[in-house]
């Protein structure tokens, strides 16, 4: 339920309506992976396609009306207006990887490339980052990784109202062992984000 709970910070949200029913959702593009959490959270709740506006990418709801479930995401910092006030929950240390890892997948990237390319030896490098616009969310959980083992983290308030949290290289390659090689109770990730991880370790152990 960590990874949940780390997906759900980045990318859920309560709602309350007129009747006072109570709903916790999440939207996203990818449905496979709205479907491993349907499972990994016991739901029969049906997935809906989402509300798409432009061309953007068809993306697909899991609601569930809970006034128990909310009352406990409450409990745990995640309130109906959370952009600005997020919190790192209290996760325990031996659930604490797939919470990191939940959120990586929701409001979290990673890209690998060459720099230097003006040199006659480029440099295969990589970036992992976590968005917020909450602050003090992206800054305890800078905290709590350094107590794991994963230094590095910078802090920067983008021109947007956003901050990223950003590893580069080492810091990047200890979160990819934090986060896929000490899984906890979930075995949730999204696929594409840990492939980018593993082409680098790959591309860097074939050039030397």
Not at 136 to 165: C, D, W
Not at 179 to 208: A, H, P, Q, W
């Amino acid at each position: 339920m960590a990874y949940v709970l780390g997906f759900f910070a980045a990318d859920g949200y309560i709602t309350v309506n007129r009747r006072g029913g109570q709903f916790w959702s999440i939207q996203i593009t990818d449905k496979k992976l709205l479907e491993s959490i349907k499972k990994a959270v016991g739901s029969e709740h049906k997935i809906t396609i989402g509300i798409r506006s432009g061309n953007a990418s068809t993306s697909y709801r899991l609601q569930i009306g809970s006034i128990e479930m909310c009352a406990d995401l409450r409990r745990l910092g995640m309130r109906e207006r959370k952009t600005k006030s997020l919190v790192v929950p209290n996760v325990p240390s031996e659930y604490f990887s797939d919470f990191v890892r939940g959120y990586f997948d929701g409001d979290g990237g990673v890209w690998m490339g060459y720099v230097h390319k003006e040199r006659i030896t480029s440099l295969l490098v990589i970036r992992s980052v976590f968005t917020s616009c909450s602050d003090e969310f992206l800054r305890v959980m800078r905290q709590r990784l350094e107590v794991m083992g994963i230094n590095g983290g910078v802090l920067r308030r983008e021109k947007g109202n956003y901050s990223r949290l950003t590893y580069s290289i080492h810091g990047a390659l200890k979160l990819y062992d934090f986060m896929y090689n000490r899984l906890g109770t979930s075995k949730l990730f999204l696929k594409r984000k840990k492939d980018v991880f593993e082409r680098y370790i790959c591309g860097r152990s074939s050039t030397g």
